[in-house]
């Protein structure tokens, strides 16, 4: 007894001097000046022709400055662009310029730099190169002038100048090479390479002569990435970080450790139906088919049983407060074993069938063998095929899989969706499947704006619903986790708030 | 003992060589693309095309092999598929972290792992039972988990230790220490309890041999002929094990080094293999290699320093 009340004095007292010659085991990095974000990963490159959407804008946008930037709810707003307007048939945007603003090697930031980024993220393949594709053209019309020439109306382009195809760097560093591993831009902040080590922490410092400084009131931001969701926890309430995204299964002891819990609604889960022409699942060919599939799953079991109740069920691919949402759709297939056995019976499989479900490998692995039961039940037998990471061949495992269960963004505007999911030349459309009134909305949309635009939106949701393209199982919510010190402002349908929308606690 | 240390350095060599080419071809035919791993899922199949012929994976995979063997032997070991990185300079910043930790851990292990199979051998009955459970015990807890909950105890409920991150150790050393001892433990459990039961085992063994009672009865004192002789003739088997637990904290540490938030090279592996960084993967394993290949060396000639025989084996 004595020897072990020995030990562990010493060992105390070693820990304690250590403690003290290091500064303390806890190392609190934050301060009312200091912001300091634990980020879900690595910056790979600063060259926004290349970056992913994703955690990463945050690194972009400490130091990148968009043309254009979105409010909480996502509304687009001015920013280095003062003013933009379209012509009348959406096929030319003009963008008025901000005076005075330079980039962070000095270089004036004008049309023709806003021409040099444009061309340079059309050929680049990051998140930007999609919403770039449609323009044609750049024109310089003056020096605080640009015409952007679109080859077809798109609805998703001001989002777009809003993020990675907005944002500027100094053209005269796009020139030169090496804006991948040097970030040159107009942003608020610098980094700072003397303080930051690759994958450890990066240090921004604020950039003197800012023109919209009050919008970053810290004067440093810190970004830590870590991979780990227990590593970022961990840092979360020992106080190396403030702020982080995290789980749903963390709300609790969030809570009770005194952090800042806010939940936005993110991304949708569910089974994507592929092969609706049936081409190698001949049943799925059958809408009633699909429709039994969507009857098949008891939502709100899930919701409450797998996803701990947040989230909420939803038989539709949209942002909830996107203008393609339609509230009663989630009405259109309750819970009902019978419906869809009877469903399947008048489709001509009344011993059910055997279908293959692909899924990404990790994250989707608990939920796959839930809704492999449910669909059992129904005589639909799955046959999983999992994948694991899509630069590791399953990317083309995918494509010839009839289903696919992952989870997918949602967006605002609902336009990114459709280019993601509903086009022939989707990424998430392998089989290139489309049908008649979807090949009419997806012209009559970014034809037309406001009030009749989203009414064409709710059209197109409601027939994608009807002719169950898919079957989403909950629409889940985005869980970010904060130190008291700081007031984060949530942002509809962005992974991460922007930097903009964190401050001092008031 | 010149040339039996050459023969293991050769052999060394030659296993490292086996296995980094293994695995260059085995990489080769897993189906991972480096060029869409490094571009992401948006990019068209002609950015990828254009991406594959800039990394040479258009080139027959001999070739391609023949051109990183090469450069490797030369110390270029190439720029990572999907960082802006150069492989030689992302390794040299990560590889201290991970042989901090291996290295610590082995450390730990061999001196308490020693400590206990002395005990445990020479204190039969129910210390020795209490000791066994309890290695039983270390051994078979998952060092992830252990981590875990040496975290959430001694770092994020106690505060004796940062939850995450690595400190260099000319920063400062008494946070260096700080920021790997939790890590460390962790690693180095379940191997203070193998080489503790494998120590305890041999010294048992060894003590029951007709040499020990001769020496005994020659009116040598008890701890002279344990740490003399008994130890001298028990620790080959537990340095084997020594030798192994290494290589087990080398791996181990990739998981150890996620839940502590440090950067080593466990973490670069696992981030390359989710991009197919091929280039990274393999600076990655042959650093690996190498380093397991000079501690199993240095390990062997202790083993032959302890038992003379070996050298001539």
């Not at chain 1, 270089?107 to 044609?136: C, P, Q, W, Y």
């Not at chain 1, 037309?448 to 919510?477: M, S």
């Not at chain 2, 950015?47 to 051109?67: H, M, N, S, W």
């Not at chain 2, 110390?75 to 901090?100: E, F, H």
Request: one cysteine or more; glycine letters at 8%.
């Amino acid at each position: 007894m004595k020897l072990t009340r020995t030990l562990t004095a010493a060992f105390a007292a070693v820990a304690l001097a250590l403690a003290g010659c290091s500064g303390g085991g806890q190392t609190t990095e934050a301060s009312s000046s200091q912001l300091v974000l634990g980020n879900n990963g690595d910056v790979l490159t600063w060259d926004p022709a290349e970056m992913k959407e994703g955690a990463v804008i945050h690194y972009a946008e400490a130091v990148y400055d968009p043309l254009l930037r979105k409010t909480p709810d996502s509304t687009i707003e001015p920013n280095l662009a003062t003013e933009y307007e379209y012509n009348a048939d959406l096929t030319e945007l003009t963008l008025k310029l901000r005076d005075g603003v330079t980039f962070s090697d000095d270089t004036a930031f004008d049309a023709d730099a806003v021409r040099v980024n444009l061309e340079a993220r059309k050929k680049g393949a990051g998140s930007a190169s999609e919403a770039a594709r449609v323009i044609e053209r750049v024109e310089v019309v003056d020096k605080s002038t640009v015409k952007l020439h679109l080859s077809e109306p798109s609805p998703g382009l001001l989002a777009g100048l809003a993020t990675y195809l907005g944002y500027m760097a100094s053209p005269k560093a796009l020139a030169a090479g090496g804006i991948a591993t040097t970030p040159v831009g107009s942003g608020p902040y610098l980094l700072d390479a003397g303080n930051s080590e690759k994958g450890v922490r990066y240090t921004f410092t604020s950039r003197e002569g800012y023109w919209n400084r009050d919008a970053f009131p810290f004067e440093t931001v810190v970004i830590r990435p870590y991979e780990e969701f227990t590593a970022r926890y961990n840092a979360l309430t020992t106080g190396q970080i403030q702020f982080m995204y995290g789980t749903p299964d963390m709300v609790p002891k969030a809570k009770t450790d005194g952090l800042t819990v806010a939940t936005v609604p993110g991304e949708w889960q569910g089974i994507i139906l592929q092969d609706r022409a049936g081409k190698v699942s001949p049943a799925l060919g059958d809408v009633r088919v699909r429709q039994a599939i969507n009857h098949a799953l008891d939502r709100k079991a899930i919701l409450d049983t797998h996803y701990g109740g947040l989230g909420q069920v939803s038989t539709q691919t949209f942002n909830p407060a996107s203008e393609a949402w339609v509230p009663s759709l989630n009405e259109r297939y309750p819970y009902d074993p019978a419906k869809a056995k009877e469903l399947l019976t008048a489709a001509g499989y009344p011993d059910g069938f055997t279908i293959k479900v692909s899924f990404s490998e990790g994250f989707m692995s608990p939920l796959v063998p839930i809704v492999a039961q449910y669909l059992g039940d129904v005589g639909i037998t799955v046959e999983q095929v999992p994948v694991n990471g899509f630069a590791n061949g399953g990317l083309e495992t995918l494509k010839g899989q009839p289903a696919f269960m992952l989870s997918f963004s949602t967006n605002i505007p609902a336009w990114t969706d459709v280019l993601n999911k509903l086009t022939p030349t989707s990424l998430w459309n392998n089989f290139q499947y489309t049908d008649a009134t979807v090949t009419r909305l997806l012209k009559e949309i970014p034809a037309a704006q406001g009030d009749q635009q989203a009414a064409l939106y709710k059209e197109l949701n409601t027939h994608l619903v009807e002719q169950a393209w898919f079957a989403p199982i909950v629409t889940q919510e985005n869980v970010y986790l904060s130190k008291p010190e700081i007031d984060v402002t949530m942002q509809q349908a962005q992974l991460m708030p922007s930097l903009r929308f964190f401050a001092p606690a008031k | 003992m010149l040339s039996f240390v050459t023969r293991r350095l050769a052999m060394g060599l030659l296993l490292a060589f086996t296995v980094v080419t293994g695995m260059f071809f085995f990489l080769m035919l897993t189906g991972s693309d480096p060029a869409r791993g490094a571009l992401g899922l948006y990019a068209t199949e002609e950015q990828v095309a254009v991406k594959r012929e800039q990394l040479g994976l258009d080139r027959p995979v001999v070739e391609q092999y023949l051109d990183w063997l090469g450069s490797a032997l030369r110390g270029d070991l190439g720029l990572s598929s999907a960082q802006n990185t150069q492989v030689m300079d992302l390794i040299v910043t990560r590889l201290p972290v991970t042989v901090s930790l291996a290295l610590g851990a082995v450390v730990v292990a061999a001196v308490l792992g020693i400590a206990l199979g002395l005990l445990a051998a020479t204190r039969p009955g129910t210390f020795d039972r209490v000791l066994q459970v309890v290695m039983v015990l270390g051994f078979s807890l998952p060092n992830f988990w252990v981590a875990i909950i040496l975290a959430l105890v001694f770092a994020v409920n106690l505060r004796w230790f940062p939850a995450t991150g690595y400190v260099h150790l000319q920063d400062s050393p008494g946070g260096w220490l700080l920021s790997i001892t939790l890590p460390i433990v962790a690693l180095s459990i379940g191997s203070i309890a193998a080489i503790a039961q494998q120590l305890r085992n041999s010294v048992i063994t060894v003590t029951n041999q007709d040499y020990v009672r001769t020496l005994r009865s020659r009116g040598l004192s008890g701890r002279n002929i344990l740490l003399t002789h008994v130890l001298r003739n028990a620790s080959p088997p537990a340095l084997t094990m020594l030798s192994l637990q290494f290589i087990a904290a080398m791996s181990g540490a990739a998981i150890v080094e996620r839940v502590f938030g440090l950067q080593g090279i466990g973490a670069v592996a696992i981030n390359a293999s989710g991009n197919s960084d091929i280039p990274v993967i393999m600076g990655v394993l042959l650093f690996t290699v190498l380093v397991v290949v000079l501690v199993n060396l240095a390990v062997d000639i202790l083993y032959a320093a302890l038992n003379p025989k070996v050298r001539n084996s």
